[in-house]
Structure formats: structure tokens, C-alpha cells
């Protein structure tokens, strides 16, 4: 499905909305360009998951462990990813499949390991400087 995002406030409450679905074991896999979003989404996300720590991207960490919330919150930024082998070598099948949420930016550079079932969203920019259009499967917003 297409969902048009106005502006920041509607990425914020998107991302409270998504967090009320999210299972463990469920991933979330987010792409689109530099700037679309996918860290803000992020940070809605563990909003809505009662996350109170401050979300970050940093360079060289592929993933972020979050514990403080309703479940536990994996963040991945695979942006600097040079080789799947990488995910094998952190073990990431152990969060992917475990008890907690994963949400992964940049999540084509690994598209062949993003579960079948997983909400992918991919976000483009819209007409103004704030409107993002998501593509959205597996969630029906
Ligand atoms: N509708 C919107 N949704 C989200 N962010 C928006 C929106 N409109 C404007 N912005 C701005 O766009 C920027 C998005 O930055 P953000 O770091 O979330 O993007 P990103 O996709 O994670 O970037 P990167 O590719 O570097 O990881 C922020 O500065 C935010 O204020
Ligand atoms: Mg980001």
C-alpha cells in the first residue's frame, strides 16, 4: 500500500501506530535515500515501544541494543556494510528471529537476509520539503 506522510508529526505518529503492532520477532525493514527519514521513523518507533533512551546512528555499529521498552529494540544502520558475511559475523540471525523488534535502515544493501514476512517501507521524498510517500508491504496502515 501507498501512505502519503505530510510532514514529521505524521512520520511520528506512523511510526506510534506501527510500534502498537510490533511482536517479537518482527522486523522492520526500512530504505530509501539519505535524509527520507528512516532514523526518525526510528526513533516513532521506539517512542511507541516505550523506549526512553536517546536513539543514535552511529558510523561504525551496525546494531544498537535498546532494553529499557515494552520489548527489546534492535536498531541496525547497515549503511556502511560492505559484505552480508558482516551480518553472519555479528550473528544476526539471533535477533532477527529472537524476542525483541529489529528495524533495519538501509535494509536493501541485505534484502536477501530481510524475513518474507517482515514490514518493509520504503520511503521517497513527495512534492514539498516535508511529504515523504511510503511504499509499505506486509502492514496495513
Ligand atoms: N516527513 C518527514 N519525516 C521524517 N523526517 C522529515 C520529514 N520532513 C522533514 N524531515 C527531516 O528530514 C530529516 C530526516 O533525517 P533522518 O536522519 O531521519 O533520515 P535518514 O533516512 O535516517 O538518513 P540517513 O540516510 O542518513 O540514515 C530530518 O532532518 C527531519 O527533520
Ligand atoms: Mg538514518
Known amino acids: 500500500m501507498i501512505k502519503i506522510i505530510k510532514n514529521e508529526q505524521d512520520t511520528k505518529k506512523f511510526g506510534l501506530e506501527l510500534a502498537k503492532e510490533l511482536k517479537p520477532g518482527s522486523v522492520v525493514a526500512l ?48 549503511y556502511r556494510i560492505c559484505d552480508t558475511e558482516e551480518m553472519y559475523e555479528l550473528g544476526y540471525e539471533e535477533y532477527f528471529f529472537g524476542q525483541g523488534v529489529c528495524i533495519v535502515e538501509w535494509a536493501d544493501l541485505i534484502i536477501d537476509l530481510i524475513p518474507e514476512n517482515a514490514v518493509i517501507i520504503n520511503i521517497k521524498y513527495g512534492k514539498t520539503p516535508e511529504e515523504r510517500i511510503y511504499e509499505i508491504k506486509n502492514y496495513n496502515a
Open 31 to 78: 530504505t530509501g535515500d539519505l535524509g527520507t527519514g528512516k532514523t526518525t521513523l526510528t526513533k516513532a518507533i521506539a517512542e511507541g515501544l516505550e523506549i526512553r533512551e536517546l536513539i543514535t546512528s552511529p558510523t561504525f555499529t551496525i546494531v544498537q541494543e535498546y532494553y529499557g521498552g515494552k520489548l527489546p529494540l534492535y536498531h541496525f544502520d547497515v
